[in-house]
């Protein structure tokens, strides 16, 4: 297919670099931009609305008046 593209300066200017350091021509570097960037996924196409599951677990077995109770049994120490 043959067409005219109007680039910007910038744009341009990464072209040209992007020749020099690959040695492809004109065609084949937009070509070969043109692939990556339509092949890439955007974040809102990767973006899942994740699910979380919930269980019930019970009852809690064990009630604790403060955080040093807790810190006490989870290291083995009586609380005092």
Not at 23 to 31: A, C, E, F, P, T
Not at 39 to 59: F, L, S
Request: glycine fraction near 8%; charged fraction near 30%; charge should be positive.
């Amino acid at each position: 297919m043959r067409t005219t593209l109007t680039l910007d300066d910038d744009v341009a200017a990464l072209l040209k670099r992007a020749m020099k350091e690959s040695g492809r021509s004109l065609k084949d570097q937009v070509n070969q931009a043109l692939r990556l960037g339509l092949t890439v996924k955007t974040p809102a196409a990767r973006k899942r609305r994740a699910i979380t599951r919930t269980y019930d677990g019970g009852a809690a077995r064990l009630s604790f008046e403060s955080t040093s109770e807790a810190l006490a049994l989870a290291e083995g120490d009586g609380f005092k």
